[in-house]
């Protein structure tokens, strides 16, 4: 019985470190580099693990809290995605993934109004238009994939 608590409490002490080892918690380019794999072989769940520990190390990087934004709303939690998109846009007012991704969960959760105000961010941001503009533009005319 003893030994037993002891291996457990040893790997509960040790466990930190293993997690952290294999999302690669040392090095912020390789949990970004590893999200992305994740997020392109639509592994959601995987993506916000390492988005999570990337924009702790990376709290600054927009970029970094739009995609955990995105994997989180890919999952289902749109409250949550809606506050990191925010977060996102507090950083860079100007993100163009951030607007596009945040118009579509505004669209997805029946709010046109917030969504066609994104767009219309994304035409001041590219005037002779650019791929989150259009993007949008047909996710709100119900032409995207979702």
């Not at 952290?20 to 993506?47: H, V």
């Not at 709303?73 to 993100?95: H, Q």
């Not at 991704?101 to 066609?116: D, M, S, V």
């Amino acid at each position: 019985m003893k030994l037993k608590t002891l291996s457990l409490t040893v790997f509960l002490l040790i466990s930190p470190y293993l997690i952290a080892a294999k999302y690669g918690k040392t090095d912020p380019d390789k949990l970004y580099s590893r999200a992305l794999k994740f997020i392109d072989q639509e592994r959601f769940f995987e993506a916000k693990k390492v988005l999570k520990a990337y924009t702790k190390s990376k709290s600054e990087d927009s970029f970094g809290w739009t995609l955990y934004a995105f994997s989180e709303r890919k999952l289902g939690g749109l409250d949550k995605a809606e506050k990191l998109y925010e977060k996102a846009l507090i950083l860079d007012s100007n993100n163009k993934s951030a607007l596009e991704y945040q118009g579509e969960l505004f669209a997805e959760t029946n709010r046109p109004i917030l969504a066609k105000s994104n767009l219309e961010k994304l035409k001041i941001l590219c005037p002779d238009s650019c791929e989150e503009l259009e993007q949008l533009d047909s996710y709100i005319k119900g032409t995207a994939e979702k």
